[in-house]
């Protein structure tokens, strides 16, 4: 469960490291990435949270889809009423989403 949530933390602070890399650039971009940030980390948030109490597999799997549901009905609602920079945006998205890969490395013991 606490890896769960720590993938969410480093999810939050790309999301907001990327910002902050934008934000001299172009502040349109820097808000494009908070966005993503909103989109992917609420959501995933959510879920880890409900992983770490729901013990049925099906539970957990119609959750996950949830979330994915989620994710992507923010992200439509999101283009439809701000309309962020797509560079801004699916730059900090995808980075965001590789911090699942980052994380799940992280997560194993040190060798001996």
Same mark, same amino acid.
């Given at each position: 469960?606490?890896?769960?949530?720590?993938?969410?933390?480093? @999810?939050?602070? =790309?999301?907001?490291?990327?910002?902050?890399?934008?934000?001299?650039?172009?502040?349109? @971009?820097?808000?494009?990435?908070?966005?993503?940030?909103?989109?992917?980390?609420?959501?995933?948030?959510?879920?880890?949270?409900?992983?770490?109490?729901?013990?049925?597999?099906?539970?957990?799997?119609? @959750?996950?889809?949830?979330?994915?549901?989620?994710?992507?009905?923010?992200?439509?609602?999101? $283009?439809?009423?701000?309309?962020?920079?797509?560079?801004? $945006?699916?730059?900090?998205? =995808?980075? =965001? @989403?590789?911090?699942?890969?980052?994380?799940?490395?992280?997560?194993?013991?040190?060798?001996?």
């Amino acid at each position: 469960m606490a890896s769960s949530f720590r993938i969410v933390l480093y @999810q939050a602070c =790309i999301a907001m490291v990327i910002s902050a890399g934008f934000l001299p650039v172009d502040p349109d @971009q820097s808000l494009a990435a908070l966005l993503a940030g909103t989109v992917c980390v609420a959501p995933n948030a959510y879920f880890a949270w409900r992983a770490g109490v729901e013990r049925s597999p099906s539970r957990l799997l119609a @959750q996950g889809v949830g979330k994915l549901v989620v994710t992507m009905s923010l992200m439509a609602a999101v $283009f439809a009423t701000v309309r962020p920079a797509p560079l801004g $945006f699916f730059a900090a998205f =995808i980075a =965001i @989403q590789l911090m699942y890969v980052a994380g799940s490395m992280g997560s194993g013991r040190p060798a001996r």
